[in-house]
């Protein structure tokens, strides 16, 4: 089965760095588009950013425009988000996320949308 796994999270200062890894497994992996996803307390989960299978394209979110970058190594089944800018408002569990159709072109943005679902990693924010 899919398996997707998040690394990295932890606690930062406002203006720091973090960058968060996914892990993924159970299936070929260079044909899926990912996203990364979070949930603050009390909020809906929201898109953050995502990527195309082969990595050709790239969506975010406004709030993390110029501040994240999304990135994928088919070879090594991972994809990143490093996270740079952070600021409280950024603090939420991340989620790793994939759909289940392969070779789609367009990136969606709706949690609807996407199948499977990594545990989630907590990043927190310090002002």
């Known amino acids: 089965q899919v398996q997707l796994v998040e690394s990295g999270g932890g606690l930062v200062q406002a203006g720091g760095p973090l960058r968060l890894s996914c892990a993924a497994s159970?299936?070929?992996?260079?044909?899926?588009?990912m996203g990364w996803f979070r949930q603050a307390p009390g909020q809906e989960r929201e898109f953050v950013a995502g990527?195309?299978?082969?990595?050709?394209?790239?969506l975010y979110a406004d709030s993390v425009k110029g501040r994240f970058t999304i990135s994928r190594d088919n070879s090594k089944n991972t994809v990143t988000l490093q996270m740079n800018s952070l600021k409280p408002e950024d603090t939420a569990v991340y989620y790793c996320?994939?759909?289940?159709?392969?070779?789609?072109?367009?990136?969606?943005?709706?949690?609807?949308?996407?199948?499977?679902w990594g545990q989630g990693t907590q990043v927190t924010v310090s002002s």
């Open positions: 990527i195309s299978w082969s990595g050709s394209s790239t």
């Open positions: 996320a994939s759909v289940r159709i392969p070779l789609i072109n367009l990136l969606r943005v709706g949690a609807h949308e996407y199948d499977y």
């Open positions: 159970g299936r070929t992996f260079s044909i899926y588009n």
